[in-house]
Structures are given as structure tokens and as C-alpha cells.
């Protein structure tokens, strides 16, 4: 009885603390950071999601991150590359980023033309090698005094000096460009599979200057200094690597991405130097690990994948952090506004709860009796769910996945109806949908200014009904419009038959290799397999009948992309 008059008196106050009504004109001020994990900015630092990826990757075993587009790759790039406290484990390491968007075209053009004779692959080894070396050793000179360093210090510095490295250069072809063409240059690197060097001559007959380039040296020599600095690793982090491209430069772009794959296995037995490498899953899918051994690669490798319960965790997080930094409610007013009489939680405990911890679910953990663990897990969905419907409705009706409309609770809308045809729901479609959403409310408060969005008691949950229903749906729809824009834009060879595609579609769901010669006209039977295979890459087709002979699958489209003009009342 004390309990329960403790609670009621606690809910009362917190109830006037709250606002009595949602303030509406600070909708449009409600920032739920950036669909592009480079752009996302102080967000990612307080509303960062530690999925079960993150928290395997953070054991610091693998080498490779693959994940479909907007998986959130590049979200923990950034957050590596500023020694964030969410990637615990990194502290002691010199980070070293590599993030270039090369034309691969132009990749190809430079070993074609300066080493015509030479093994391809090894050549892309090579330039990966020296990639890294210029990098890591640029670092090391900002970081440590490379002339306290004996010899080693030593093969560094002469190493930038020959290669120029105080010259600024857009990506590494340019670099790789200007000592090749500069000077007779020799460079030569010692792998697994033996040595390699490659040969570069001059066209003027009167240079009598040449350089001997032993990437080996340097690389060693960067190893043994990170070694005896305070430093526990040199980690290098790639990205940007495996941006849409076709035909020839799809070609190099897996050989290339390959050769890095095989310079990491061969540089896996130094001390002190390892990789970050952030892929595409669907490139990585498509490289040859015949070399490597595909069990040994996958074993190197983390995928990331949101399930349900994180998709949830993403969303709330997202707006507790909105929420917050506009001032309308913070951690306290979330916990206390939550009916939480199933976990029973003494009156005593609720006092205690302090606002000013950062992170709302130690406050609960850290007193009176420990939780279990499954308790704990509840706990935590409760208030991730209680955050939702702070602002969104409880339920949503929707055009359902069997062509019906249909009401179904928020939960099981965001959970379902933002997965692709790789059954992946990513941070950049929340995103999307979050900022959507926002905008439709706003424009709605606009129009309906004598509309409020008072707050009400439900089963012992304040909540706001910010977020009407038909808002929430008319910007999914509008979301909806823009993935599939995003997919129209993401590789230029295909935009004009993907728009014929979207024209002739109508209300179908299914499709074939016949119906896209039939329907998408002006393409050869080879462009017509590439560009089914695009689709399929890139999620906008759900493979439900799967065959080694693209022609023979069976597709279909995910309900992210399936259009009102496919459901009936």
C-alpha cells in the first residue's frame, strides 16, 4: 500500500513537470541525426545502438566488416577514427583511416599503360602496400620524432621524402602516378607467394635519376616503432572502397578489393600493424577467395545485422535523444512516466532513480535487489517501447505484405515493414522515415492550427499523440518514394531501365528474367541479366526462387517497395 501511494504521488509530480500539451513548434526543431553515417555528427555519440556486431567487433578479431548499404558501416568508421567510448578497446591504438573514392577506370588505365607485362592482381597488391606505407608513415611522423628512432626512423623519412608525401594528392592513384612518371622507379614487395617488383621507365631519355622502393623495409620499420611507442597497434581502417560501379569497373573493383584481402592475410603475422576493412556484403559475396580460403575469410569476418529488438532499440533512441536536447522531457520523465508495477520496483527504488546519469538503464540496475537477466532484457524493451509511443500512435494501418490494409501496432510496423530483399532493415531507412515523419506532422500542425497534442494516461504510460496516424502513414509512403529514388540513383548504367521498370510494373509483385526482356526494351540479354542482378544486389528484389541460372529465379518485391497501387480494402 505504501508502495502504490508513493508511486501515484511520484506519477502526479512527474505528470507536472511534463508538458501539458506537446509543444508543436518544436517538432521541426527535433533532430534525429543523419541517414549518412559520415554526416551523423554528435548523434551517433549519444543515441549509438551497441548491437551484437558492435559488441564482437569491439573483441577485436576480425578484420573485415561487411553489411548491406546503410547497415551503419560507416557510422563505426567514423566512431573508430575518433577513438569513440562506444568501441571500448581501441584507446591505446594510432588509427589510421583510408577512405578514398577512387575511379577504378582510372585504376586500370595507370597499370595498363606503366606495367603492361605485369600480373595485374600483384600490381593492386603493390599499390595497396604502398597505400598503407605512405599512410601509416605520414601518421607516425605527425605523432612521434622519427629521427629518436635509429634507423628505423630513418628508412621512414627517406621513404616520404622519395615518394613526395608533403605534396597533397587527391587519392592514391595520383600519388602512385606522380613517382612513376617522375623518375625510373623500381618498387618491390616480398608476399606470401613469393617476391614481386614492378618497373616504371621514364619517356625522357636525359633523367639519370631512379629510386629503389623496398616496401618490405618500410613496412617493417613502421611495425618495430609501433612497437616501442606507446602506441599497442597501428589500425587501419578502410572505407569508401566499394561504392556502385559496372561492367569493366566492377571487374577491377573486386580484383581490387581481393588484393587487399590477400595483403591483410599476408601482413596478419606483424605485431603491431591489423585492419579495419569496411565492405558492401554484396561485393564481398562476389570476390574470389579461392587464394584465401573462403571458411578462413568468413571466419575473419562480422556482418552487421539489426534484428528486431535493436531496430526498436534504434528508433527509441533516436527520439530520447531528440527529445532531450529540445528540452521537452529527459531520462527521468521517461522512466517515471513508464508503468513499470510488472517489474515491481519498491518506492524506494524509484526515489533513487538519478536524472543525471547518462544512461537511463543503470539507473534502474544500480539499485536495491539486481535484476535477473531476463528481467533485465524486458525491462530495457519496455522503456524503448515507452519512448515510442511517448509520440507515436500505438497502433498504424498499412498496406500489409498479402495486399490488404490492415491495422497493426507501431512495433509490428517498424519491426516488418522496413525490410528489403535482403530481409535487412537498416539505420539509413529509419532514419529516413524518422525525418519523413517529421515533416508530415509539422506540415499537418501547420494546417490545423488549433490542434493540440495534450497528455493523456494510458494503462498507467503519459503519453503525447504527437505523430497522428494518417501522418505516420502518409510518410511512410513518402519514405517509401525516396528508397526507391535512392535505388534509381544509385548507379547511373541502370537509372533509365530501372524508371522503365517502375513504369511497367503496375500492380505486379512478381518477376522473371522473361518478363524483364519482354517489359524493359532496348537491352541485350546480357544487359538484362546485369541489370536483374543489380536489382537484386542492391535489395530491391526479394529472391524467392533461387537457381544458379539467374534466368530461371523467381522475384518478388519487398513490402518496403511495394506501392499502394498493390493493395485492395
Known sequence: MLRCSINKHLKNRIKKEMPKNFPINLIRELNFGSADGHRDGIVIEDAFIETSAVKIFCQN???????????GKSTIFQLLKKKSEHLPGFENSLIV????????????EVVSTHFPSADEQRVFQLIWLFQIAINISEQLDKDIDLEEMDRDGLIIKDFLRDTNSSQHYDTVIDKFKNLISSVKVKIQAKFKDGPVSISSEINNEKSKRSK????????DACNKIIIRSNYEQVLIIIDKIDRFVSGEEYSTQKLYV????????????LDAIKFKIFLRKDLFERIDFTALGFDKVNDNTIEL?????????????????ALKTAGIINVRHIVMSTNLDEYHLSGIEILRLNPNISWWAKSLLTFGKELNHERKLGLYSKLDRSIITKIFPRNITHCSEDGIFEEISIFHFLESHFRDGHGSCTPRYLLIFLKETQREVAAYYDDNPDQEAPLIDIDGNLEWEVFKKGCVYDAYRNAKMLYTKNIEEADNNWTKNFQVFQSKKGKKTSFDYKWVRANVTGVSEEEALQFLAFLQVIGYLLVKENNSDIRKRKYALPILYRSDQACSD
Open 61 to 71: 578479431r576480425h578484420s573485415i566488416i561487411s553489411g548491406v548499404i546503410g547497415s
Open 97 to 108: 583511416p583510408i577512405e578514398e573514392a577512387i575511379s577504378f577506370k582510372q585504376l586500370r
Open 212 to 219: 629503389l622502393i623496398n616496401l618490405d623495409k618500410v613496412i
Open 258 to 269: 581481393q588484393s587487399l584481402l590477400e595483403l591483410e592475410d599476408d601482413l596478419h603475422n
Open 305 to 321: 545485422i539489426w534484428s528486431k529488438d535493436e531496430i526498436i532499440s534504434f528508433i527509441s533512441r533516436r527520439l530520447r535523444v
